[in-house]
């Protein structure tokens, strides 16, 4: 056998070891909670730490900028790396909030599969559609874990139904709760028919206590939660509410599991059930049609550029998606863009904000290059043979803002972080002729990014800045032509965007580009 054909070989086999997926929820609903359960499931840290902490009790892992830690919110992505069993775990934390939804769909590009976390007492609320509908039109398949069922709730049938009749996923759960959700005593596998009761372990920082029982046993401690429960999995059967693994991979069904991930009930079934559930990296949809297999020569796309992620090395790390091949530390690859080569001497792995140096990389994994200030989100890398990943589209602002400092001897940090600030997609920087380069605008699909980016202005520049909110809440992509026709139009901007240059025409209202729109046949207006 050839050395080609074995190294070929090899990496196949390491990337079906991989698992890389993201874990999406409407804000609340547990997010960072559930990525520490799993990663205390795995043993790759001793005790989890609640994000409302009290006493030593930290804030989660992947939550690392002071703003999260503080508040108890994500709204940054992080990358967590661990083993468990023989499966390489690639877990990607995405922001819960709806004014992060750019960065969150740009991690979507970057998954194979997403558990889509719902709260049992809340169900299915605004950003969790949202974001299902991003793994819809990626095709992403979904898993549903029903968190907080140690609280009151829903009841499980409703739930189910809810998914069924909202957004048309036919649930078949995995594992049934005993007992009313705020009254939770453990599950029934439906597989197997084995049933776990489950204890909080005291102080609920480490794994849950479980215990195997017969259904005598649980029918004689438990009585009528173990007979409600036995009447709808008989109700489940009928409705023939079965796993499917072709229906859960074309996004027809989604398996569902119960528990809570702040006291780590049912976290170790969902990990056992991604294992052994989820699909490994695939082939993956490129620019010219076709698909570039797992085991082709090296190729990766950057998904998330972050700078600052840790005080002690003050530098800038690019995210990539291993989509296929063999990386190598130092290898030389090729940027697809402009065709230069690009030395990866720096690459390393994440765990929150922790890192560590890497020499290897398979195709699921997240890898890091530090300082890679040539790079930007979207980019593709590769080795030998050519390919260009499709770009990661950004989403129409709606929020805008002139920046300022009045501290002229600032002046240059502000540039350097207004720079940086658009290079990692914080949020999008427009330059206006009116206003000049000393004034620049942010743009922003939610108004909290604002305040990201004027605290990471503060804290990593030491600039201090003044925002004043503008008139508008739409923009449209226009041209040369459309700038020249929209300069005698009142309450209309054309502002040019930093990153790409693009001309952005902006309006205060939807009704006003529309008037726009309408005296003007030939203008462009894309929105």
Not at 90 to 116: C, I, K, Q, W
Not at 171 to 180: F, M
Not at 446 to 463: K, W
Not at 465 to 471: C, I, N, S, Y
Request: overall charge negative; proline content about 5%.
């Amino acid at each position: 056998m050839s050395q080609s054909v074995l190294a070929s070989t090899g990496v196949a086999a390491e990337a079906s070891r991989r698992r890389t997926f993201a874990v999406i929820s409407h804000p609340d609903a547990g997010k960072s909670t559930m990525t520490e359960a799993l990663a205390l499931h795995a043993r790759v840290i001793g005790q989890a730490g609640a994000v409302h902490g009290k006493g030593d009790r930290r804030g989660v892992v992947s939550d690392w900028m002071a703003m999260e830690q503080e508040r108890g919110i994500s709204v940054t992505s992080a990358a967590l790396q661990f083993s468990y069993r023989d499966t390489v775990i690639n877990l990607l934390d995405t922001p819960g909030h709806a004014d992060f939804s750019e960065d969150t769909y740009r991690v979507l590009t970057a998954v194979d599969s997403a558990v889509m976390l719902l709260d049992a007492a809340k169900g299915l609320e605004p950003q969790t559609l949202k974001l299902f509908e991003v793994c819809r039109q990626r095709g992403i398949p979904v898993m549903t874990f029903i968190n907080k069922w140690d609280r009151p709730g829903h009841e499980a049938l409703a739930l189910m139904d809810e998914i069924e009749q909202r957004i048309g996923l036919r649930p078949t759960p995995l594992t049934w709760p005993v007992g009313i959700a705020g009254h939770f005593h453990g599950v029934v596998d439906r597989r197997t028919g084995v049933f776990t009761r489950m204890q909080r372990s005291p102080g609920g920082a480490d794994l849950a206590i479980e215990e195997e029982m017969s259904a005598e046993e649980a029918a004689r401690q438990f009585g009528g939660d173990w007979d409600t429960a036995a009447e709808e999995l008989e109700l489940l059967a009928l409705s023939e509410a079965d796993y499917d693994e072709k229906d859960f991979l074309a996004g027809r069904s989604t398996p569902v599991l119960f528990g809570a991930a702040v006291a780590n009930l049912g976290v170790r079934q969902l990990l056992n059930v991604l294992l052994e559930l989820a699909p490994a990296p695939s082939a993956r949809p490129t620019t010219s049609g076709t698909d570039r297999p797992v085991d082709s020569t090296f190729s990766g796309f950057v998904f998330k550029i972050q700078a600052n992620m840790n005080r002690t090395h003050r530098d800038q790390l690019a995210f990539v998606r291993v989509c296929s091949g063999r990386f190598e530390r130092g290898m030389v690859v090729t940027h697809a863009g402009t065709g230069k080569p690009f030395t990866t001497k720096y690459a390393q792995q994440m765990f929150g904000q922790g890192r560590d140096t890497i020499d290897e990389a398979f195709p699921g994994d997240v890898i890091g290059l530090v300082n890679a200030t040539a790079l930007g989100i979207g980019d593709t890398l590769y080795a030998g043979d050519p390919v260009q990943f499709p770009p990661l589209p950004s989403f129409p602002p709606e929020h805008f803002a002139v920046v300022r400092t009045s501290d002229t001897s600032a002046f240059k940090r502000f540039r350097r972080g207004i720079e940086q600030l658009d290079g990692e997609g914080v949020v999008q920087v427009l330059r206006s002729e009116q206003r000049g380069d000393q004034a620049p605008v942010f743009a922003a699909v939610g108004p909290m990014q604002f305040e990201v980016a004027t605290h990471r202005l503060e804290a990593e520049f030491g600039v201090k800045v003044q925002l004043d909110r503008l008139p508008y809440e739409i923009a449209a992509r226009t041209d040369a032509a459309g700038q020249e026709i929209l300069r005698t139009e009142a309450n209309v901007e054309v502002m040019t965007r930093v990153r790409d240059n693009a001309l952005l025409a902006v309006f205060p209202h939807k009704w006003r580009m529309r008037t726009v729109a309408g005296r003007y046949p030939d203008l462009r207006l894309d929105t």
